[in-house]
């Protein structure tokens, strides 16, 4: 049996209906794979990003944490060394008022004599030689030759040694320093230093940890003591 133009027709229609759905359907499937995969790429982009920014504030933070720690160790050195500065500088002005006391023993004869007696009995001693020569300030000359004339006589008892002492008139100790002589032996190559500066200059060494301790208390840092 033919069929009709109307039939044709609507068959045709059928198939175009068919056909279009499935366009549709498969519009749709593709849609919803293109939103599937854009809204995975979108989230391993926002992921990745995510972490790089999380990578970043982390780098910045220990950045930040090493210059917090570089500035708090520039600071407690620059205060350690204020505090080493201080504690010299106290140490100092100790000493300057020591050498303050030595000049005001020099201008009491009484002491500054028995000083002297110390002091030139003491070079002879530490040099032990058979001549020697003394040197002194221009204006304890005569102090300094009382001095050796008391010290002679004990320096040969002491010892059972000679000795000859010279005061050298052409070349004298100078007159800003507090006092004291420098001891020399015959061809002047040897030298004691007896000068109430270099006295006290010595003394300072030797009780320099005590004095720290009775300024300052004892370092807890400090493990041996000499």
Known sequence: MALTDADVQKQIKHMMAFIEQEANEKVEE?????????????????????????????????????????????????????????????????????????????????????LLEGLVLQGFYQLLEEKVIIRCRQQDVEMVQAAVNKSIPIFKESVKKHIVVKIDMDHFLPSSICGGVEVYNDNGKIKVSNTLENRLELLAQQMMPEIRVSLFGANPNRKFTD
């Open 30 to 114: 593709i849609d919803a794979r293109a939103e599937e995969e854009f809204n995975i790429e979108k989230g391993r982009l926002v992921q990745t990003q995510r972490v790089k920014i999380m990578e970043y504030y982390e780098k910045k933070e220990k950045q930040i944490e090493q210059h917090k720690k570089i500035q708090m160790s520039n600071l407690m050195n620059q205060a350690r060394l204020k505090v080493l500065k201080a504690r010299d500088d106290m140490i100092a002005d100790m000493l300057f008022e020591a050498r303050q006391q030595l000049a005001a023993i020099a201008q009491d004869s009484a002491r500054y004599s028995t």
